[in-house]
């Protein structure tokens, strides 16, 4: 069963690089920064929405975090 996975593994993947190889192919930062940091700015693009969503559903009084829950994503975005 294990084999048939690996096969399988293998043909989806490919071979493993052997560890002298991988010094070659890590991405230089100026690359790597842009592409990689997206997807935690996107993140966080939909989470202001859901948290005031699910404050909305908690009733009126707890809309009053909401100024709070801006802070939050401000902080969370100059962090990252």
Avoid: C
Wanted: aromatic content about 6%.
């Amino acid at each position: 069963m294990l084999t048939i996975l690996n096969a399988v593994k293998r043909v989806l993947v490919g071979r493993p690089f052997r560890n002298d190889r991988l010094a070659h192919t890590l991405l230089p930062k100026r690359i790597a920064l842009p592409v990689f940091a997206s997807d935690a700015l996107s993140s966080v693009a939909y989470a202001p929405d859901e948290i005031l969503l699910t404050l909305a559903l908690a009733g009126v009084g707890a809309v009053a975090f909401s100024p709070w829950v801006g802070l939050a994503v401000m902080v969370v975005l100059l962090t990252v």
